[in-house]
């Protein structure tokens, strides 16, 4: 291909590009824009329907949990009374170490009922309890060995539980068993 | 208005907020380029139609990810360009490669067929290949690009498509139309 024909093509070309430029404008048909606008409608309208199925299946699935949880028992706190007596209770009255043994397991118990909510009138009780409890922790510091003292923390851990459990008819049957 | 014409921000950051309104004016504002693109490259309305809705929603619909309002002509053009490009690569897969080419008529003295006439009966490829190089500016590596196929295919597409088009160029054959749609 010499040089003139090349110039000639690209001449052509030119000429191509410039007669497709000029082609006349054509005006876009007028109901071009509802199609538009109904499928943008249509499409947020099914956004907004996947948002709220999506929220609406979160909710569902937050309650089964907390029912699930609500229903589940709690850790298997299973009241062993022939735990091995150590080598610092060996000295010690078997009512006591029995006693000690009881009250450790029900503070077990009451660290994983805390986890739970109580309604307003158990709250001013437990409150109450709580206080009851500091100070009788504060004379069992100074009087470690007395029977009465750890009974009575027993009976007041049994009732904070019992406040905990207010209305949990499994809670109720687990400190039936204590 | 061409697509070279910029939005302003508020404009970009109302469609950021899906209004309507705003939708409306833009659309109003690039619709006859928009139409123009489409209906040269795909040579059919109710193509050029599916390709300017599904490109103006997809604009609409992404419109977070542009961050550049004076960008917004170019990206639009880009999608719709996109658009059709997506329709030639189905119909390509359907149907046979120059399966439409043998209907393609030759000028005749009496019955002169425009250059637009031409263009819509080339096939499609060809047809989007010789719009997007000679009256877009396109390279052939972005042509490349947009096909999903290599330059020195875009280059035979092009070559073909100018060979069948040139006839119509020729002196004393030519219709091509002015702006004005007046024949020379």
């Not at chain 1, 006591?96 to 001013?124: F, G, W, Y």
């Not at chain 2, 139609?49 to 977070?64: H, L, N, T, Y």
């Not at chain 2, 499609?124 to 590596?141: F, I, Q, S």
Request: hydrophobic share 40%; with cysteine.
């Amino acid at each position: 291909m010499n040089e003139q024909t090349k110039n000639a093509e690209s001449e052509r070309d030119q000429a191509l590009g410039q007669a497709l430029n000029e082609l006349p404008p054509v005006t876009p048909p007028p109901a071009l824009w509802s199609a538009i606008r109904t499928d943008l409608d249509q499409r947020s309208h099914a956004r907004r329907q996947r948002r709220l199925t999506w929220i609406s299946a979160s909710v569902a699935a937050a309650a089964v949990l907390a029912l699930v949880i609500n229903i589940l028992p709690g850790p298997a706190v299973t009241p062993t009374l022939e735990l091995e007596p150590d080598t610092a209770t060996a000295s010690l009255a078997p009512e006591l170490i029995q006693a000690r043994q009881l009250s450790a397991l029900l503070e077990a118990q009451l660290r994983q009922n805390t986890l739970r909510a109580v309604n307003a009138s158990s709250m001013d009780r437990l409150l109450y309890l709580e206080n009851e409890l500091g100070w009788l922790d504060t004379r069992l510091a100074s009087q470690p060995n007395d029977l009465s003292l750890w009974q009575k923390r027993i009976d007041l851990l049994g009732e904070m539980n019992r406040q905990y459990g207010l209305g949990d008819w499994q809670n109720d049957v687990r400190l039936t068993r204590l | 208005m061409n697509f070279s014409t910029p939005i302003d921000e508020l404009s970009l950051a109302a469609l950021k907020r899906d209004c309507r309104r705003t939708q409306e004016r833009v659309y109003r504002s690039y619709s006859t380029p928009a139409w123009n693109l489409a209906l040269r490259l795909s040579g059919c309305e109710a193509q050029a139609w599916d390709a300017v809705q599904a490109g103006f929603v997809r604009a609409f619909e992404k419109v977070s990810q542009l961050r550049d309002a004076n960008r917004f002509g170019a990206w639009l053009k880009r999608i719709i360009v996109n658009q059709v490009m997506d329709q030639h690569r189905r119909r390509f897969e359907a149907l046979p490669e120059g399966a439409e080419d043998e209907d393609f008529e030759s000028p005749r003295h009496d019955q002169r067929m425009d250059l637009e006439r031409a263009l819509a009966r080339l096939d499609p490829m060809d047809r989007t290949v010789v719009w997007l190089h000679d009256a877009e500016g396109y390279t052939h590596v972005e042509i490349a690009e947009l096909a999903g196929q290599t330059p020195s295919w875009s280059k035979t597409r092009l070559s073909r498509a100018r060979a069948r088009l040139r006839p119509f160029l020729e002196p004393g054959l030519s219709t091509v139309r002015t702006a004005d749609g007046a024949g020379t």
